[in-house]
């Protein structure tokens, strides 16, 4: 089992950037998987899901951000297409199953996004 997100950086509010993750491992399906952010001091929180081929977002990126993706054999190759980037949506990017599936106790390396004002 392995989850690795990247495509984070450096971005101007406005901005737009697009994560990707992979999954390894046949517990992952892309029809339950989630993008989970960090935001400094903050706990982690949803932000973006498939679950049952519905996609889902939180009240704060919803309307920005499209998450989308693909199952390979034992993979799934997740990505988050964010736009009109704001400041509040910086913090570390994390993808993994969704809420109902998701491995708490494993999180693997997730990806830095700063917005700045």
């Known amino acids: 089992v392995q989850l690795q997100a990247s495509g984070g950086g450096l971005v101007q509010a406005g901005g737009s950037l697009r994560l990707s993750c992979v999954a390894t491992g046949s517990i992952f399906s892309i029809n339950a998987m989630g993008w989970y952010r960090q935001a400094p001091g903050k706990q982690r929180e949803l932000v973006a899901s498939?679950?049952?081929?519905?996609?889902?977002?939180s009240g704060s990126v919803k309307g920005r951000f499209t998450i989308s993706g693909d199952n390979a054999k034992n993979t799934v190759h997740l990505h988050l297409q964010m736009n009109s980037l704001k400041p509040e949506d910086t913090g570390i990017y994390y993808c993994?199953?969704?809420?109902?599936?998701?491995?708490?106790?494993?999180w693997g390396q997730g990806t830095l996004v700063t917005v700045s004002s």
């Open positions: 498939i679950t049952g081929g519905s996609t889902h977002y």
């Open positions: 993994n199953g969704d809420p109902a599936n998701a491995l708490w106790d494993y």
